[in-house]
C-alpha cells in the first residue's frame, strides 16, 4: 500500500516536469498576441490589455498610436510608427501572459519629439515591443469615438431655404452622405466636398427638399463614424409672382411646407379671398404640403395688406407676405411756381394727382435734384416743396417729379445773370465777374473806360453749366467814375466803378523814431506826393503809373499826442490820425527824503539825453535814450520839505511830469550828557548832548535855557548848533539861581529843510560863582609851604619833646 503512494507521487512530479518541459516549446512555436477590452471608445476610456504567447519574467512597452502598419514584416516604434505614446508596462511572470490597464490618451509622442494631440474618430492601434527596445510584437485596433460633431445652420425654415452642415472631429478621409427623414439625398440636394479633410472637418451646403410642415431629421452618415441626427423644422412659405397690383388684377401664389392634403384658407388685410387651384384639383395641398393657386385682387382701398394663406385643419401652419393694392391710373400733374430763374433762386414745385403718402423725386433733364427738404404726397396724393436751381446753362429745362410708379413734368428757363464785385477801388484792385445761365462755351470780354482788360484766366468762356468765374486788375486812372463792361455775343452788363484816394496808416498807435508803412492809393498816377506831421514834411515821394505808393515812414522827433498826418498828392488832400504815446512810470511817487526812485521811460527819440528835474533843478547824471526809445533812471529824493514836488523828465521834446509826494520825517530828540541834573554851573561852563544819528540830511541843534519852571521863560536860546555842545560865554549872562529858582535846559535836532525833532527831556541846574579847582590846589600848596616852615624853625624844640 505505502509502495503506491509513492509510486503515484513519484509519476504527478515527473508529469509536471514533463508539462514545464514542454511549455517553452509552445511559446517559440506559437505567435504572441494580444486582446483588448473595451474595444472602442473615447479619450479616456480604461481598456483592458490581455498577452498570450510571450516570453516568461519579462517586462513588456504598450504603446497607443494613430498609425497602421503590418507587423507580419519586422516594424519598429519611432521609425515605421512616427506618432505614438508609451501607455504602461507590463511584465509576464512564471507564466507566458499578463493582464494591464491603460487610459486612452488625448495626446500622442512624435519620432521628432513633438506631440500630436488626437482630435478625430477612428482607427488607433495598440502596440507591444519589448520593454527598452522598439521591434513590435503585436497589435490589437481600438476604434476611437466621441470627437465626430455637426453642427446645423439654420435649424428652422422655408423649403428651397439654405442649410450649412459643418461637421468635425471625423476620420479624415472618410466619406459622409447626408439623409432626409432616411432618404439619401447627397447627389440631389448636397453640395461641397463630402470627403472629410486632414483635420477630421468637413462643410456641406444642403437645400431643404418639397417637404410638408413641421420636424424633420437631417442624419449624418459617416463611412467610419457613426451616424449623427439632428432636428429640423420645416415652416410654411408663399411666395407671390408680384407684390403689387390693381384690383381686378390677377397674382399666382405659391406655398410649400403646409400639410399634406390639407385645405388651405386665404385672407387679404384680414378678409377671406376666393382663389383658383392650379396645382391640384382637389383643392389640397399635394402630399409634400404644395399649392399654387390663383388670385384675383379684390376691390378694396388702395394700400398695404398683409395676405396670409393658413392650414384649414389646425391653423398652426400658417404664412404671409406683404402686398400693396395699387390705385387706378392717375393723372399726375406737376407746377412750378417761376418761369424764369437764376441759378440759386428757390423754385417751389407742387403736384397733385399722385399715389398718396409717397416720396417724391425730382430731376432735371434726368438729373436727380435734391429738394431743400423731403417731399412727401399727403392723403390725397398732393404735395408741395421746393428745390434750389443749380447750374444750368441759358435755355429751356424740364423738371420731372416721381411718385416711384409715375410722375409728371414742367419746364422752366434759366435767366443770364452777370455780377461784378467790387465796384469800388483803386488802380490795380482785383475784381471778380461771376456769371450763371449763359449759353455754354460762349465767350466772356471785359472792358474797362472802352479798353479791352486782359482776364486771368485769358480767353474766358462759359463752362457746359452756363458759369463763368474769373478776375482782372483796374488798370491806372485818375480818382472817379469809371465804365467796366462784361459782355458776351448775346448779353451785355455795364457798372460804374468808382476809384478814390485812401490811405492806410499801420501802425496808427506808434512812438516817435518808430517805422510806419503808409499805403496810399487812388491818387492821379505820376503825382509827386508829400506827407506832413506837426508841420514836419517829407517830400520826394511820386504815386507810380497806379496812383499808389508803399511809404516807410519815420515818425518825426515831436511831442507825444495824436496828429492828423496829412497826405498829399495831385491836389488831393487825405488826413489820417495817428498816436504817438510815450510813457514815463516812476517806481514810487510819494516817500521820504533819501528814499530810491526809478523812473522808466518808453516812447523817446533814440540817443536822446534825458533830463531828470525836481522842482526844476536837475537831479541825473548823463542818461541816454537807447535804440527803442526807452530808459531807465534812478536817484534818491533830494532834502525837501513834506508835500508836493515836480519832477519831470525830458528828451528835450518830449517831456512828462509827476508830482511826487515827500513825507515828513524829523530826527530823534538828543540826550542831554552835561551838566548833570541838579547840579551848579558858573560862567563858561559847556552844556553836552549826545549827537543824533540821521544819515538822510544834515542836522544842527536849538539850545534853551528856561527860568523857574520847565514852560518858564526863555532865558537863553541857541539855534542852529553844529557840534554836540555849547559852552556859555562872557555874552551870555545868567542871574544866580540857587535851589529854590533853578534854571532848566533842552536840546532839540533839526534837519536842513527844517523838520524838527522832539525836545530832549529838561535838566535842572543852579547857576553861581565856582571855586574853581585850581584855586584850591593852591591854597593846599600854600599850606604845604607853610607847615613845612614851621617845621623846620622850630625843629630843634620838636625834637626835645621826643
Known amino acids: ?186 447627389n440631389t440636394h448636397v453640395g461641397g466636398t463630402n470627403v472629410v479633410n486632414e483635420a477630421g472637418k468637413f462643410v ?194 424740364v423738371v420731372e417729379a416721381s411718385d416711384g410708379v409715375g410722375s409728371s413734368t414742367a419746364i422752366f428757363s434759366v435767366t443770364r445773370v452777370l455780377e461784378i464785385t467790387p465796384l469800388e477801388g483803386k488802380a490795380g484792385t482785383i475784381v471778380t465777374v461771376t456769371g450763371t445761365g449763359l449759353e455754354a462755351g460762349i465767350a466772356v470780354l471785359v472792358y474797362f473806360d472802352d479798353a479791352f482788360v486782359v482776364t486771368d484766366p485769358s480767353g474766358v468762356h462759359a463752362g457746359e453749366d452756363g458759369a463763368v468765374n474769373f478776375t482782372f486788375a483796374i488798370p491806372a486812372c485818375p480818382p472817379g467814375n469809371h465804365v467796366i463792361k462784361v459782355r458776351t455775343d448775346t448779353f451785355t452788363v455795364t457798372e460804374t466803378f468808382i476809384t478814390a484816394a485812401k490811405v492806410t496808416v499801420d501802425p496808427d498807435v506808434t512812438m516817435v523814431g518808430r517805422v510806419v508803412t503808409i499805403s496810399a492809393n487812388g491818387f492821379a498816377p505820376n503825382s509827386p506826393l508829400v506827407l506832413s506831421l506837426n508841420g514836419i514834411k517829407v517830400e520826394g515821394i511820386d504815386t507810380g503809373a497806379y496812383g499808389a505808393v508803399d511809404i516807410i515812414y519815420t515818425v518825426p522827433h515831436v511831442p507825444d499826442g495824436t496828429y492828423a498826418l496829412k497826405i498829399e498828392a495831385g491836389g488831393v488832400v487825405i488826413a489820417k490820425d495817428i498816436t504817438l504815446v510815450a510813457n514815463a512810470s516812476f517806481s514810487i511817487t510819494k516817500g521820504a527824503v533819501g528814499d530810491i526812485v526809478e523812473v522808466s521811460g518808453s516812447g523817446f527819440w533814440p540817443g536822446k539825453i534825458i533830463d531828470v528835474k525836481w522842482d526844476g533843478e536837475v537831479l541825473s547824471g548823463t542818461v541816454v535814450v537807447d535804440s527803442e526809445g526807452a530808459f531807465k533812471v534812478i536817484f534818491k529824493v533830494p532834502p525837501a520839505v513834506a508835500g508836493g514836488h515836480v519832477l519831470t523828465v525830458s528828451d528835450g521834446v518830449i517831456t512828462k511830469e509827476e508830482t511826487f509826494n515827500v513825507e515828513k520825517t524829523a530826527p530823534a530828540a538828543p540826550a542831554l550828557l552835561e551838566p548833570a541834573d541838579k547840579t551848579k554851573v558858573g560862567g563858561g561852563s559847556a552844556f553836552k548832548w549826545g549827537p543824533v544819528t540821521y544819515p538822510i540830511m544834515d542836522i544842527t541843534y536849538d539850545l534853551q535855557i528856561l527860568r523857574g519852571t520847565e514852560v518858564g521863560e526863555l532865558v537863553l536860546e541857541k539855534t542852529g548848533l553844529e557840534d554836540a555842545n555849547y559852552k556859555l560865554t562872557s555874552d551870555d549872562k545868567l542871574d544866580k539861581a540857587g535851589k529854590d529858582d533853578p534854571y532848566y535846559w533842552r536840546v532839540r535836532a533839526v534837519d536842513e529843510v527844517g523838520n524838527a525833532s522832539p525836545w530832549s527831556e529838561v535838566s535842572e541846574f543852579y547857576y553861581g560863582f565856582i571855586w574853581p579847582m585850581w584855586a584850591t590846589w593852591v591854597l593846599v600848596g600854600l599850606a604845604v609851604v607853610i607847615i613845612a616852615v614851621v617845621v623846620y624853625i622850630f625843629r630843634w624844640r620838636i625834637l626835645d619833646l621826643f
Open 1 to 186: 500500500m505505502k509502495n503506491t503512494v509513492i509510486g503515484k507521487f513519484l509519476a504527478v512530479i515527473v508529469g509536471v516536469a514533463l508539462l514545464f518541459s514542454v511549455a517553452p516549446l509552445t511559446n517559440v512555436s506559437a505567435a504572441a498576441v494580444i486582446a483588448i477590452g473595451p474595444e472602442s471608445g473615447t479619450v479616456g476610456t480604461r481598456v483592458s490589455v490581455q498577452g498570450q504567447n510571450f516570453e516568461q519574467d519579462t517586462s513588456y512597452d504598450i504603446y497607443f498610436s494613430s498609425q497602421d502598419t503590418n507587423i507580419s514584416t519586422p516594424r519598429h516604434i519611432s521609425i515605421d510608427i512616427g506618432r505614438f505614446k508609451k501607455v504602461l508596462t507590463a511584465s509576464t511572470t512564471f507564466f507566458p501572459s499578463f493582464n494591464a490597464v491603460f487610459d486612452v490618451p488625448d495626446k500622442l509622442d512624435t519620432a521628432t519629439g513633438g506631440q500630436y494631440e488626437i482630435t478625430h474618430d477612428g482607427d488607433y492601434y495598440v502596440y507591444v515591443t519589448e520593454a527598452g527596445r522598439t521591434l513590435i510584437l503585436a497589435k490589437a485596433v481600438f476604434r476611437m469615438t466621441g470627437f465626430a460633431q455637426v453642427v446645423v445652420d439654420p435649424a428652422s425654415g422655408n423649403v428651397g431655404g439654405g442649410v450649412i452642415i459643418t461637421g468635425t472631429g471625423y476620420v479624415p478621409g472618410e466619406t459622409v452622405a447626408i439623409a432626409w427623414d432616411n432618404r439619401d439625398v447627397t
Open 204 to 397: 456641406l451646403t444642403f437645400t431643404i427638399p418639397d417637404s410638408v410642415y413641421g420636424l424633420h431629421h437631417i442624419r449624418v452618415i459617416g463611412s467610419y463614424s457613426e451616424t449623427i441626427v439632428k432636428e429640423y423644422t420645416v415652416l410654411p412659405e408663399i411666395r407671390l409672382n408680384k407684390t403689387t397690383a390693381q384690383s381686378g388684377d390677377q397674382v399666382s401664389i405659391t406655398g410649400s411646407g403646409f400639410g399634406a392634403s390639407r385645405n388651405v384658407i386665404f385672407s387679404l388685410g384680414g378678409e377671406i379671398v376666393n382663389v383658383e387651384w392650379v396645382l391640384e384639383e382637389s383643392e389640397r395641398t399635394d402630399e409634400t404640403g404644395r399649392f399654387v393657386v390663383n388670385m384675383v385682387v379684390p376691390d378694396v382701398v388702395p394700400g398695404e395688406y398683409m395676405l396670409v394663406a393658413t392650414d384649414a385643419s389646425s391653423g398652426v401652419a400658417s404664412a404671409e407676405k406683404s402686398f400693396t393694392v395699387e390705385a387706378p391710373p392717375l393723372n399726375r400733374q406737376l407746377e412750378l411756381g417761376l418761369v424764369n430763374g437764376r441759378a440759386g433762386d428757390t423754385m417751389i414745385v407742387s403736384g397733385k394727382e399722385f399715389l398718396p403718402n409717397r416720396t417724391i423725386m425730382l430731376t432735371i433733364d434726368g438729373i436727380v435734384e435734391k429738394a431743400l427738404s423731403p417731399i412727401t404726397t399727403d392723403e390725397d396724393g398732393s404735395f408741395i416743396g421746393s428745390f434750389e436751381i443749380p447750374l444750368l446753362p441759358h435755355g429751356l429745362h
